[in-house]
């Protein structure tokens, strides 16, 4: 079956160390976002990409970097430039074939840093 | 701006009809839609509506659109206690950006 892994679930850092956050698709779908979610919040955009070696900075992007070196990977680094890195991240992925093509949600990372 | 606003939280009992409210800026936005998550997983769509239509049904959602108020809603008939989720309307900025505006989502709680 088609879809978005995002690994790990659960992920611990210790303040100061940069981290990566894993997306990999099998819908080929050409474009690609990360979310970050707090609780009460809704989604706030980190990075999307809508093509394989380009990528647009999100609302939110400070502090994070992304690469999309790969049609189905799109990789989320965390660095330590993040004021407040604990959140639950969320990746997704959406076709460009059509204007209405919904996203595709992975299952999440949390990451807490302590 | 763009801006997508819900209530935070709803409650109903078991058999009763939900209704979550939304309303939303952008007035030339073409798609609507509205995803669950439920706790600790990814967001799910559940179905999404063309701004030239003012109703869509499917089993027991229906989603109503109006574009003169900018208000959208999601009513959930015969709720059960699996219908219990965050839900969160979003719309597509027409920036051709691919970009999607979410609301801050509404918490559903249903009592049995």
């Known amino acids: 079956d088609g879809g978005i892994t995002q690994s790990p679930k659960y992920l611990f850092r210790k303040e100061g160390q940069n981290v990566t956050l894993s997306c990999e698709q099998n819908?080929?779908?050409?474009?690609m976002y990360w979310y970050r979610q707090d609780p009460g919040q809704g989604l706030r955009l980190i990075y999307y990409?809508?093509?394989?070696?380009?990528?647009q900075k999100g609302d939110i992007a400070e502090g994070y970097s992304v690469s999309r070196e790969k049609k189905e990977s799109f990789p989320l680094t965390v660095t330590s430039a993040q004021k407040n890195p604990t959140a639950f991240y969320l990746c997704?992925?959406?076709?460009?074939?059509?204007?209405?093509?919904?996203?595709?949600f992975g299952n999440g990372t949390r990451l807490t840093v302590t | 701006g763009e801006d997508v606003e819900q209530s935070l939280f709803l409650s109903v009992r078991e058999g009763d009809s939900s209704v979550i409210n939304c309303t939303y800026t952008?007035?030339?936005?073409?798609?609507l839609y509205w995803y669950k998550q439920e706790p600790g997983a990814g967001l799910q769509l559940l179905t999404y509506?063309?701004?030239?239509?003012d109703m869509k049904q499917d089993q027991r959602l229906t989603v109503l659109l109006n574009k003169k108020d900018k208000h959208l809603s999601l009513r959930i008939a015969d709720t059960q206690t699996g219908d219990s989720a965050i839900y969160f309307c979003?719309?597509?900025?027409?920036?051709?950006?691919?970009?999607?505006?979410f609301g801050t989502g509404t918490r559903l709680k249903v009592l049995a």
């Open positions: 990409s809508q093509i394989v070696n380009d990528f």
């Open positions: 997704a992925s959406s076709s460009r074939e059509s204007y209405n093509s919904p996203l595709h």
């Open positions: 819908l080929n779908h050409d474009a």
């Open positions: 952008d007035s030339s936005s073409t798609y």
């Open positions: 979003a719309e597509i900025a027409t920036s051709g950006t691919y970009k999607y505006i």
């Open positions: 509506i063309f701004s030239n239509m």
